[in-house]
DNA sequence: AAACTGAGCAACCGCCGGTTG
DNA sequence: CCAACCGGCGGTTGCTCAGTT
């Protein structure tokens, strides 16, 4: 059977609404109230499709509607459901009041599933990262901007403000500028890689970028917690390592301390430097399937290189695992305070602004 | 200054399920 | 039971506009 269309369409109006259509459209529904969406336009006398109109109201229109920035709660928000619920945005926009569908989708697609993007990098066990590129060129992201133009009261700031202090109070240094936009670097991260043995316990593993993979951390589980790690988790961590205080960089304080000159090499900020901290600050595209790891040393701007293929798959079982769990910062206590600082970064460094 | 680029988002499209006659 | 209607939903498109070249 073929559907008859929801409404004449010929010589409907289409596109951008006008401010006169506005009025329109909320007039009648204010006297009439909602539904009827079919009928709505001709009694209403507007040249637009009844969906149209429904979308125009529930989309825009309507009083209680709340507008500008997602706040950090509502972004979590959106966060743990769409873990849960998948794409049902209509079920995830109604635990947001004032939040539409579209919205939340929008938000979704323009912002956070980028952060996951950025946030996961799936690998083998022989451990190689992957990350998407930088942009290339353009304009700056509208939101970044809207960022950047609220000063001090940037929810932004705060959470990068205590991410800092959660990860490490030494490192928490003034921003210095960022990286040129338009690098074609591939940003550097690390990954910790959680396998289950063959007896119940776990081992931790972490793969650097300089791509040593060193089982760092074993640990028994029991009980619930093997079923919390039955699947590989993987996440980007910033750790001091024992062996001469040597600092692995997130992708966030990669962009905070470090900057590139216009000669191409990296530098990081005075206080890194002078903090003596070992700094890996990327990945260099080779082609598309190689990229080469940098290494700065703090003292002598060492470029240590080493190669390795880029691996293409993403996995979103960490963040599926930490909002499935109502209790995932206790479970996490539970399995030791290093990986429940680790993971409680990469929560936190996730829903901060990259 | 103009052209290019791409993020952001409003709006459209087609499909689906529930309801009605 | 079936066809038609209707509202709702998720995916996608395309326009706007500001940053970059």
């Not at 959106?78 to 579209?102: E, V, Y």
Request: proline share 3%.
């Amino acid at each position: 059977m073929v559907r008859a269309p929801c409404c004449e369409k010929v010589g409907l109006k289409k596109g951008r609404w006008t401010t006169e259509e506005d009025e329109i459209l909320t007039k009648y529904i204010m006297a009439n109230g909602e539904g009827s969406w079919r009928s709505l336009p001709k009694n209403a006398g507007l040249l637009r499709c009844g969906k149209s109109c429904r979308l125009r109201w529930i989309n825009y229109l309507r009083a209680d509607l709340k507008r500008g920035n997602f706040s950090v709660e509502e972004e979590s928000t959106i966060l743990k459901l769409h873990a849960s619920f998948g794409s049902s945005w209509s079920l995830i926009a109604s635990h947001l009041p004032g939040r539409t569908d579209n919205e939340i989708k929008n938000y979704w697609n323009s912002h956070l599933s980028r952060k996951i993007y950025t946030f996961h990098g799936k690998t083998t066990s022989k451990g190689i990262i992957t990350l998407p590129p930088r942009r290339k060129r353009g304009r700056t992201s509208r939101w970044a901007m809207k960022n950047k133009n609220q000063k001090g009261s940037s929810s932004t700031q705060q959470q990068q403000q205590q991410i800092h202090h959660h990860l490490n109070n030494e490192v928490a240094v003034p921003l210095p500028p960022k990286p040129p936009l338009e690098t074609e670097k591939y940003l550097s991260t690390n990954i910790i890689l959680m396998e289950e043995q063959v007896d119940g316990s776990s081992t931790a593993s972490t793969i650097t970028n300089d791509h040593k993979h060193e089982n760092t951390t074993t640990m028994c589980v029991e009980g619930e917690k093997e079923e919390i790690l039955n699947d590989d988790i993987w996440g980007p961590y910033v750790e001091e390592v024992i062996n001469g205080g040597e600092l692995v960089l997130n992708f966030d304080d990669f962009m905070d301390h470090c900057w590139q000159e216009a000669s191409g090499v990296w530098t990081i900020s005075d206080e890194q430097r002078e903090s003596n901290i070992n700094i890996v600050v990327g990945n260099e595209k080779v082609d598309d399937d190689m990229c080469t790891n940098v290494i700065m040393s703090s003292g002598d701007h060492d470029r240590l290189h080493s190669s390795s293929s880029i691996a293409s798959d993403l996995d979103q079982n960490l963040l599926t695992w930490l909002w499935e769990d109502e209790d995932w910062e206790k479970d996490l206590q539970s399995l030791g305070e290093i990986h429940s600082d680790k993971l409680k970064a990469m929560v936190d460094w996730f829903l901060s602004s990259s």
